[in-house]
């Protein structure tokens, strides 16, 4: 819409219409005609002479072309104004004319649509305009109606008013300026257009791309914005703040034992705790899952953000009453600062988030500082995790197996296969160098399953010598997990056509902390299969012997921090001598682990702990030094 000038006279004589003449001629003619009758007869009382009918003629011929010209002109302009208001009158969007005092000169109908205001009241009251905007935006108003008054340019705005009914609505302003012939406003011209659907959309649309659904944080996009925006503007103030990645403990174990319902309630009762311990100025985001992401900005050392972090996590470890159930649970926080973590948002966040995975694993500490240490356990993660495809790639995952030993005969009754890395460059990785990355990253599936098939293979080998003996492996939390584990498994079986019973199960507790009812079921498949189900670790988890009535378990394997100690410690004794008791009431098979001299073999065999495993008597060892120790004693029997 652009300015807009009012030309006078812009009808031409050409476009009038000559009935009009004849009507103002005649009325003219005969108006002057009368008067010159009354004039003549009455006043002069002469006898009529043809000169005397000159100048009346010629004002009547003039003044009948001024009426005609004048009519013509009117008519014109009411053609005009109707021919506009044929138009403008039935148009969706509201438009008027209004001159600089504020008043309307005209409004159209469709004000009433968007406005719930009729004409007529925009007629009564001079800028009424100005009444009907939204408070929050009425110094933006006033700004362009000074813009547009003064500079006369063209203006495009969106703004809000407020309905006769209340309602708010989003409307495009468009005007202009109106000038007359000289080039003087005279006015202003507007099309004001309802655009609360397009809001809307453009705001769902906004929403859907930066915003969480769940809770209705901004998302890792738009945290990122505010980050990047936070430092620049923190390099020109040379300001500092801190960066919190939290992150909740264990929050799978929800998800798995009460459902994805129940825990993302636990995720928005979470969020509204989070919010409610930060400031103005401190934006909270969810990345995903149970992760959030702080940005504090006045949080510029570490006394603060201990004591802010400290505040979160003790409200979020408080029970939780949700669908009538009780849920426990807790959160880890890694603090990075800007700049001394990082000058680069990326860098800083990582290092946020490493000092996060860092705390998980430190029991002592719920919050920790990103430390450069960090930063090379980091590299070094993800150095081995890439490691660990090409090892299996190359089928570098293989079995060592450490003998099952009848301490009463010495006869070798068993094996459990142990995970070893034979790699050419570095020879063999013992597993503690690499199952911490390899569970974290789930490559622990893969690896199990590698060392199975390998395992199965050997089992198939002793057989076909007779030197058949059942052979242990360790099951991870995330192989347990993983509902295809079983039938997997049956599967491999099959296709070696062994025996189930060959095949003893290692759990250790943290298979069934999350969810007792799927660990029971799971646990009860694999027993209907045939197989035999140890419990590894046994007297070191706090909560072992509450599940032993729960859970079907063939064999109680004892840690060997209990037969270290045998010899010297009451105490260690006094616990083993209730295990065996225990073991033998429940009539499980028990198995001392670390069993590393003759004393320890002897008061275990005094307790009645005829089965056992550990350096005293065999060293784990390759497939082929296992097989020639089983064919020693095949030919000794």
């Not at 600089?100 to 007529?120: M, N, W």
């Not at 240490?373 to 079995?399: N, Y």
């Not at 296709?495 to 079921?521: C, R, W, Y």
Request: aromatic share 10%; with cysteine; net charge negative.
């Amino acid at each position: 819409m652009c300015s807009y000038t009012l030309k006078p006279g812009s009808v031409t004589i050409r476009k009038l219409k000559w009935t009009v003449y004849l009507k103002s001629y005649a009325i003219t003619f005969s108006a002057v005609g009368i008067a010159f009758s009354i004039q003549y007869f009455l006043v002069l009382d002469q006898k009529i002479k043809l000169h005397f009918l000159i100048a009346p003629f010629f004002v009547a011929l003039v003044l009948g072309t001024f009426l005609a010209y004048f009519n013509n002109i009117r008519t014109r302009l009411k053609e005009s104004n109707e021919q506009f208001r044929a138009v403008v009158d039935i148009a969706e969007e509201f438009i008027y004319y209004r001159n600089l005092d504020g008043i309307y000169q005209y409004a159209s109908p469709s004000c009433e649509k968007l406005t719930g205001y009729p004409p007529s009241t925009f007629y009564q009251i001079p800028n009424f305009m100005n009444d009907i905007i939204h408070a929050q935006d009425r110094e933006f108003w006033m700004g362009h109606i000074h813009s547009i008054n003064d500079k006369r340019d063209t203006e495009t705005l969106d703004v809000r008013i407020v309905t006769k009914s209340g309602e708010i609505k989003w409307m495009k302003h468009i005007c202009a300026t109106v000038s007359d012939e000289n080039g003087q406003q005279i006015g202003v011209r507007a099309s004001n257009v309802d655009i609360t659907q397009q809001k809307d959309h453009d705001n769902q649309i906004f929403n859907m791309a930066f915003y969480d659904p769940l809770t209705n944080l901004p998302n890792r996009r738009l945290f990122e914005k505010n980050l990047e925006s936070m430092i620049a503007k923190a390099k020109e103030t040379n300001d500092v703040f801190a960066i919190m990645f939290l992150d909740l403990d264990r929050f799978k174990n929800i998800n798995d034992s009460f459902g994805h319902k129940l825990g993302d309630k636990v995720l928005i009762e979470v969020t509204q705790l989070v919010i409610n311990h930060c400031r103005d100025n401190c934006l909270v985001s969810r990345f995903g899952g149970d992760e959030f992401v702080l940005i504090c900005s006045e949080i510029e050392n570490s006394e603060q953000a201990i004591k802010f972090a400290t505040n979160i996590i003790k409200s979020i470890e408080q029970p939780m009453y949700i669908d009538d159930v009780s849920i426990y649970i807790s959160a880890s926080v890694g603090v990075a600062f800007y700049p001394d973590d990082g000058a680069d948002m990326s860098i800083l966040v990582r290092n946020a988030d490493t000092a996060m995975y860092k705390s998980k694993k430190d029991v002592s500490n719920k919050v920790l500082f990103y430390n450069t240490e960090f930063g090379d356990e980091a590299s070094h993660f993800l150095s081995t995790e890439h490691s660990i495809h090409k090892a299996l790639d190359a089928q570098e995952f293989i079995p060592y197996y450490q003998p099952k030993i009848d301490m009463s005969s010495g006869k070798i009754i068993g094996a459990e296969a142990l995970a070893r890395w034979v790699t050419y460059e570095q020879g063999i990785i013992m597993p503690d160098k690499f199952i911490g990355v390899a569970e974290e990253t789930s490559q622990i599936v893969d690896i199990g399953k590698q060392i199975t098939e390998r395992v199965l293979t050997d089992i198939n080998l002793w057989k076909s010598i007779g030197c058949e003996i059942p052979v242990s492996i360790n099951v991870s939390v995330r192989q347990f997990a993983n509902s295809s584990y079983f039938s997997e498994l049956i599967a491999l079986l099959k296709s070696q056509n062994i025996n189930p019973a060959m095949l003893e199960i290692e759990i250790t507790e943290q298979v069934f902390l999350g969810d007792l009812v799927m660990a029971k079921h799971r646990l009860n498949e694999f027993r209907s299969a045939g197989f035999k189900i140890a419990l590894d670790d046994f007297g070191t988890g706090y909560s072992s012997m509450s599940y032993l009535q729960e859970l079907p378990i063939d064999i109680l394997k004892i840690d060997k921090s209990f037969i270290d100690n045998l010899a010297h410690d009451k105490k260690s004794l006094a616990i083993m001598k209730a295990i065996s008791s225990l073991s033998r009431d429940l009539h499980y098979e028990m198995i001392a682990e670390g069993v590393e001299n003759e004393e320890q073999k002897n008061i275990l065999l005094g307790l009645d702990c005829i089965d056992a495993q550990g350096y005293h008597f065999y060293k784990p060892m390759p497939q082929d030094e296992f097989t020639e120790l089983l064919k020693k004693q095949n030919k000794s029997a």
